[in-house]
């Protein structure tokens, strides 16, 4: 008899995640905006203030690690860069440079849930909104032949 593991929560997740983003097109686009639609929540965050944005950066690490200690740390790579590019802008341009970026990646987004023929997975459950750049992240670990 051979015995089977269960899969991880996270091969779940990203899993479901995938079953709305087969189409290459739409990858593409998701590959493009989530990074964008993650600097800019980081950079509406450093508008209210820097530790805002590093707050919500170390609680959404917490999830990650729970999930994926190797993600966690591709995330916090991530963020880490993000972050550091906030801190170069000018403090009056961070929020409407962040709020521009915020409309045209999610218009992106849309556009490639339109092409793709389904709607995206956040409305099914709100925890896919998190599980978006490790999908994006999953992408690059497959090709660089890292375990996630």
């Not at 290459?24 to 993650?38: A, Q, R, Y």
């Amino acid at each position: 008899m051979e015995h089977r593991s269960q899969p991880r929560h996270i091969d779940i997740l990203l899993a479901r995640y995938a079953e709305s983003h087969r189409n290459h097109t739409n990858e593409i686009i998701h590959f493009v905006c989530i990074p964008l639609i993650v600097l800019s929540l980081l950079g509406i965050l450093w508008a209210i203030h820097p530790l805002v944005a590093v707050a919500t950066t170390l609680a959404s690490l917490y999830y990650y690690t729970k999930l994926s200690r190797q993600f966690a740390v591709g995330m916090g790579v991530m963020s880490a860069v993000m972050l550091g590019l906030l801190a170069l802008l000018p403090d009056m341009t961070v929020l409407p440079v962040s709020i521009a970026i915020f409309v045209v990646a999610w218009i992106g987004q849309f556009i490639g849930h339109k092409i793709e023929g389904k709607k995206p997975s956040f409305f099914e459950d709100l925890r896919f909104l998190l599980i978006g750049p490790l999908f994006v992240l999953s992408f690059l670990y497959r090709r660089m032949k890292l375990a996630y």
